[in-house]
């Protein structure tokens, strides 16, 4: 498969042209800026719930997932398990509330509750966070299809990046969400042909490879010890909650799919849907890379020398072992799991740039004007992403760490504004920017500090919990720097109906009086 056969390049050269004509359908329909930037709020439950499957898992998933697992074990089911605990908390308030509350970009909600500069805040982290995770996205598929087929990996990050934009500028939102759905059954189709190939292949038959792997611990979720250091099954608990719960309260890709929907009945099940349909997927992709760990463990096969890290093993399977056409339809799920997320990030860099920035600056802007600017928006972030993920495969990703490190800095404590904002009457502007400069300052110095070897060392000071815990300590210190900051400083209480508990008493009232 170092240079892919026919049949495979069919096969990803229809995807390809599959995804661009699904974009040219939709693109006759986009009239305003209600039907580029939500879809004219009339997709059905289902189609909105495979999209946010289809935007949660991402080249990084199809690769890191069978690397970790190659490696170690199911820890990292652990933080999917939290979606479930996340959804149960808060589905039934929070997606009604942000269908209340905002229009289209889900930073509005910060705007109401304490200024502009909140919302400018959020929005700009939103937009920090996930531009970073595009070009990364890009650089991983472009590393991974190199090393399937020794293709040139600028080659395939234009291509890629050329064709994701075109079908989200032409066709907003609803097309993100209809070629997201097909992308959705392509990953179901190349998991499944890993699988299976795993399984006709194995030495010794299924059975073998699922007894050695049980044998060798490959199961286990992480040790139930109380260690916050290393990948414990709390640390990773913990970890999974609080980003979940940031997705779903402090993240456009996912509450501008609750604004989709006609109704929220309809937006609640799309949610629980999207959440129900990634957990199955991420425990597969990590029983991919088990079994392929017992693969080479019974086969006793001959590996390259170049073959050392846990995340080479799978693609080096692939190359060897799937046949053809079948191949393709694993590149083409490589592609779409890419593509899917990169679609719904270009999408809603339209939204946050046109409501949160565009329209603060020419207020008397016409629809048609707005809609013009979303779409260049699409075009211009698409080409930088495009550009980051070229200048990544330039440096081989060693500029990686230091681009992720400055993002998480400038990005960080989304979830602790909203749970802030929402929970607390009493928190304030004031307040809040207090407990914002201390989850600044708190993962600075955690981000410098922290890793075997530190940018800043400060020997016995140094962070040493584990780094995934750096979010969590940042959106509690927001929530409680924030807090104590109001009830120092003097400011005003919340505006009625921007809580969870004058919007909950506003809807009992309307209920009652109907």
């Given at each position: 498969?170092?240079s892919?056969?026919w049949?495979?390049?069919a096969?990803?050269?229809v995807?390809?042209?599959?995804?661009?004509a699904?974009?040219?359908?939709?693109?006759?329909r986009q009239?305003?800026t209600e039907?580029?930037?939500?879809?004219?709020r009339?997709?059905?439950?289902?189609?909105m719930?495979v999209?946010?499957?289809a935007?949660?898992?991402s080249?990084?998933?199809?690769?890191?997932?069978?690397?970790?697992?190659f490696?170690?074990?199911w820890?990292?089911?652990?933080?999917?398990?939290?979606?479930?605990?996340v959804?149960?908390?808060?589905g039934?308030?929070?997606?009604?509330f942000?269908?209340?509350?905002?229009?289209m970009?889900?930073?509005e909600?910060?705007?109401k509750?304490?200024?502009?500069?909140?919302?400018?805040?959020?929005?700009?982290?939103?937009t920090?966070?996930?531009?970073?995770?595009?070009?990364?996205?890009?650089?991983l598929?472009?590393l991974?299809?190199q090393?399937?087929?020794?293709?040139?990996?600028?080659?395939?990050i234009?291509?890629?990046?050329v064709?994701?934009?075109i079908?989200?500028?032409?066709g907003?939102?609803?097309?993100?969400?209809?070629t997201?759905?097909?992308?959705?059954?392509i990953?179901?189709?190349?998991i499944?042909?890993?699988?299976?190939?795993?399984?006709?292949?194995?030495?010794?038959?299924?059975?073998?490879?699922?007894?050695?792997?049980w044998e060798?611990?490959?199961?286990d979720l992480?040790t139930?010890?109380f260690?916050?250091?290393?990948?414990?099954?709390?640390?990773?608990?913990?970890y999974?909650?609080?980003?979940?719960?940031?997705?779903?309260?402090?993240?456009q890709?996912?509450?501008?799919?609750?604004?989709?929907?006609?109704?929220?009945?309809?937006?609640?099940?799309g949610?629980?849907?999207?959440?129900?349909?990634?957990i199955p997927?991420?425990?597969?992709f990590?029983?991919?890379?088990?079994?392929?760990?017992?693969?080479?463990q019974l086969?006793?096969?001959?590996l390259?020398?170049?073959?050392v890290k846990?995340?080479?093993?799978?693609?080096?399977?692939?190359?060897?072992h799937?046949?053809a056409?079948?191949?393709?339809?694993?590149?083409?799920?490589?592609?779409a799991?890419a593509?899917?997320?990169?679609s719904?990030?270009?999408n809603?860099f339209?939204?946050?740039?046109?409501?949160?920035?565009y329209t603060?600056?020419?207020?008397?802007?016409?629809?048609?004007?707005?809609?013009?600017?979303g779409?260049?928006?699409?075009?211009?972030?698409?080409?930088?992403?495009?550009?980051v993920?070229l200048?990544?495969?330039?440096?081989?990703?060693?500029?990686?760490?230091?681009?992720?490190?400055?993002?998480?800095?400038?990005?960080?404590?989304?979830?602790?504004?909203?749970?802030?904002a929402f929970?607390?009457t009493?928190?304030?502007?004031?307040?809040?920017?207090v407990?914002i400069?201390?989850?600044?300052?708190?993962?600075?110095?955690?981000?410098?500090t922290?890793?075997?070897?530190?940018?800043?060392?400060?020997?016995?000071?140094?962070?040493?919990?584990?780094?995934v815990l750096?979010?969590v300590?940042?959106?509690?210190?927001?929530?409680?720097?924030?807090?104590?900051?109001?009830?120092?400083?003097?400011g005003?209480?919340?505006?009625?109906?921007?809580?969870?508990?004058?919007?909950?008493?506003?809807?009992?009232?309307?209920?009652?009086a109907?």
């Amino acid at each position: 498969m170092n240079s892919l056969r026919w049949l495979d390049l069919a096969v990803i050269a229809v995807y390809m042209l599959g995804m661009i004509a699904l974009g040219l359908r939709y693109s006759r329909r986009q009239k305003t800026t209600e039907d580029y930037f939500v879809a004219g709020r009339s997709i059905p439950a289902w189609a909105m719930g495979v999209s946010i499957f289809a935007t949660l898992i991402s080249s990084i998933t199809f690769i890191a997932y069978p690397g970790g697992a190659f490696g170690g074990n199911w820890a990292e089911l652990v933080p999917g398990f939290m979606v479930v605990v996340v959804l149960v908390l808060v589905g039934s308030i929070i997606i009604p509330f942000f269908r209340e509350v905002v229009r289209m970009s889900a930073f509005e909600y910060f705007e109401k509750r304490f200024g502009y500069s909140v919302r400018l805040y959020t929005s700009l982290g939103f937009t920090l966070g996930h531009f970073s995770k595009m070009g990364f996205v890009f650089y991983l598929v472009a590393l991974t299809v190199q090393s399937l087929t020794g293709w040139d990996m600028s080659l395939v990050i234009v291509a890629s990046g050329v064709v994701t934009v075109i079908y989200t500028y032409a066709g907003g939102l609803e097309a993100v969400i209809w070629t997201d759905v097909a992308q959705g059954f392509i990953m179901w189709f190349g998991i499944a042909i890993s699988l299976g190939t795993l399984l006709v292949l194995m030495p010794g038959g299924a059975a073998a490879g699922f007894q050695l792997a049980w044998e060798n611990h490959k199961f286990d979720l992480g040790t139930l010890k109380f260690d916050l250091t290393g990948k414990s099954f709390w640390v990773m608990a913990a970890y999974g909650f609080f980003w979940y719960l940031q997705k779903y309260t402090a993240d456009q890709t996912i509450i501008q799919r609750y604004l989709v929907a006609k109704d929220d009945r309809s937006a609640i099940r799309g949610v629980a849907l999207g959440a129900l349909l990634c957990i199955p997927v991420w425990a597969l992709f990590l029983l991919i890379g088990t079994l392929t760990w017992s693969y080479y463990q019974l086969s006793g096969e001959v590996l390259p020398p170049h073959i050392v890290k846990p995340d080479q093993f799978y693609p080096h399977f692939l190359t060897t072992h799937v046949p053809a056409g079948f191949a393709g339809v694993i590149m083409a799920s490589l592609f779409a799991a890419a593509m899917s997320t990169i679609s719904s990030d270009l999408n809603c860099f339209a939204v946050v740039g046109v409501e949160d920035f565009y329209t603060k600056l020419r207020q008397n802007s016409t629809d048609r004007e707005r809609l013009f600017m979303g779409r260049v928006i699409v075009a211009v972030a698409g080409a930088l992403c495009t550009l980051v993920a070229l200048w990544l495969a330039s440096t081989k990703g060693t500029a990686l760490s230091l681009y992720f490190t400055a993002t998480s800095i400038l990005a960080g404590g989304l979830f602790g504004v909203f749970a802030l904002a929402f929970l607390s009457t009493r928190a304030h502007l004031r307040g809040l920017w207090v407990g914002i400069a201390a989850c600044i300052l708190f993962t600075a110095y955690a981000t410098f500090t922290s890793g075997k070897a530190p940018v800043l060392d400060l020997g016995t000071w140094n962070f040493k919990l584990n780094g995934v815990l750096i979010g969590v300590i940042g959106h509690l210190l927001v929530v409680v720097i924030g807090y104590v900051g109001s009830l120092v400083i003097p400011g005003p209480r919340a505006p009625a109906g921007l809580t969870i508990w004058g919007w909950r008493a506003q809807r009992l009232a309307a209920t009652t009086a109907s």
